[in-house]
């Protein structure tokens, strides 16, 4: 007798596939998408709707392959039409990832949070911006949380006033020219001082004199009315302006340098430089401290010996990835120590290049 597999019709089996999630009326209705493919409907990149749905059916678990009945989708939709209910939960459901797409997906966009950081703040004493290494680190020390429902500028003025609150660093002034009528110009004079703006240069040659100056970004808009007043009108250079020069690398170096200074700080950049130190240097050497006199295994890579329970957290730390990528272009390895200042100097780098101060 020969035996045959039979698939039940009420079911229809998908694998590699997106699934998007609404809940209505007590029940679950899931559709089958092409993987990456709903971001961009939401972002309308993609217009077409066949290039993002596998088949226009609606199911009640895509997994199982178990598709949604005709009066369920009555009594929660209103109808029974598959492609309008596809273009409800499409716009209106959960994208269900798996966990390592989830925590790409929140690393990237942590990341962007912390280059709008960046862009968008100073050191109050220098006047430069901070690395990026460092506004992640800051944003690790404030305990920060991606939220994937909120857009990425959205999240990145909340950390801006959270970090203002613990640690030197503010948002960078917005460089602006004000133009007036000459018999205004006084009175635009007058309306500076009150904002509080730093002026760099005037130019009070021809009809319409201007000035060029820096403001607090939150008074923007309250500029603009006001210069209605006076006939005059606004103009902004820089969303994020900077102090000239180059920032050098010897800033960020001392930053991390000072480890026996007391508890009262006077330096603000040393201070944060320490805080950084305590969370990647500090923690990593007192655990492999502890594990002197007890079963250990060598790092061929980094040439130190680690306690057996402490290995497989090694191999994942930076220090190792570092010391893995010399091995295998054959150079020696360095020191903890020795491996964080040329990480933190690269990333310096980096980024400096971006900008032009």
């Known amino acids: 007798m020969s035996r045959t597999l039979v698939q039940p019709v009420g079911q229809k089996r998908l694998t590699n596939v997106a699934v998007v999630r609404l809940r209505k009326h007590g029940q679950r209705f899931e559709i089958a998408c092409f993987p990456n493919k709903v971001l961009s409907w939401r972002s309308h990149v993609e217009k077409d709707l066949d290039e993002v749905l596998q088949s226009h059916t609606v199911y009640s678990n895509v997994s199982k392959g178990v598709l949604a009945k005709s009066k369920d989708l009555l009594r929660a939709f209103g109808t029974d039409d598959q492609t309008k209910i596809c273009l409800e939960i499409l716009d209106k459901g959960e994208l269900q990832v798996s966990g390592k797409e989830r925590e790409a997906q929140l ?127 606004v103009e902004v250079l820089s969303v994020s302006a900077h102090a000239e020069g180059g920032s050098s690398v010897d800033q960020y170096e001392n930053a991390e340098e000072p480890q026996s200074v007391p508890a009262v700080h006077t330096d603000p950049v040393a201070w944060i430089g320490e805080a950084m130190q305590k969370q990647s240097i500090s923690s990593e050497t007192e655990n492999l401290g502890q594990g002197q006199g007890k079963q250990q295994r060598k790092c061929k890579e980094c040439d130190v010996l680690v306690e057996d329970k402490l290995y497989r957290e090694h191999c994942k730390s930076g220090w190792h990835k570092h010391n893995y990528t010399r091995h295998k272009n054959g150079l020696p390895p360095l020191s903890q120590e020795e491996c964080l200042v040329e990480m933190e100097l690269a990333d310096s780098k980096r980024d400096l290049k971006d900008y032009d101060f």
């Open 107 to 233: 690393s990237s966009q942590f990341h962007e949070i912390a280059t709008i950081v960046m862009d968008k703040t100073i050191n109050p004493e220098t006047r430069r911006p901070y690395t990026i290494t460092m506004i992640e680190r800051l944003m690790h020390e404030v305990h920060f949380a991606v939220d994937p429902n909120l857009t990425s500028k959205e999240q990145a003025l909340k950390v801006i006033k959270k970090l203002t609150e613990h640690f030197p660093i503010k948002r960078a002034p917005l460089r602006v020219r004000f133009t007036a009528p000459k018999s205004k110009f006084a009175s635009l004079t007058e309306k500076l001082e009150e904002w509080n703006a730093n002026v760099i240069s005037k130019d009070e040659s021809g009809s319409q004199p201007s000035v060029l100056c820096e403001i607090e970004p939150s008074i923007l808009h309250s500029c603009e009315e006001r210069l209605k007043d006076v006939q005059g009108r």
